[in-house]
């Protein structure tokens, strides 16, 4: 069964940028497409921004322009670069593949300070 492993949240200031990974084992991970979500608290998870099999990207509104998403398949990484980044940003952030979910993560922290 496939597993999720992410990484590189923490502390930042307003305007700062994050780089987050994520990286899959026990599974195909070249032929899947690959998301990034965030849950913060009291909301519910929503999809920020994904990635095709293929490399095409889609992005939720609220951070398009500020957020890339990107994969390595030789490293079954997936990665999203976060620049311009706001306190509403402030979440836990996990990655997951969007069509058939696989057991979640344990997520990364990303807390922005006003």
């Known amino acids: 069964q496939g597993q999720l492993v992410e990484s590189g949240g923490g502390l930042v200031q307003a305007g700062g940028s994050l780089r987050l990974s994520c990286t899959a084992s026990g599974i195909i991970f070249s032929i899947i497409p690959m998301g990034w979500y965030r849950q913060a608290p009291g909301k519910q998870r929503e999809l920020v921004a994904r990635i095709s099999s293929g490399g095409t990207t889609n992005y939720a509104d609220s951070v398009k322009g500020r957020f890339t998403i990107a994969r390595n398949n030789a490293k079954n990484t997936v990665y999203l670069q976060m620049n311009s980044l706001k306190p509403e940003d402030s979440a836990v952030y996990y990655c997951?593949?969007?069509?058939?979910?696989?057991?979640w993560g344990q997520g990364t922290q990303v807390t922005v300070s006003s």
């Open positions: 997951n593949q969007p069509t058939i979910p696989l057991p």
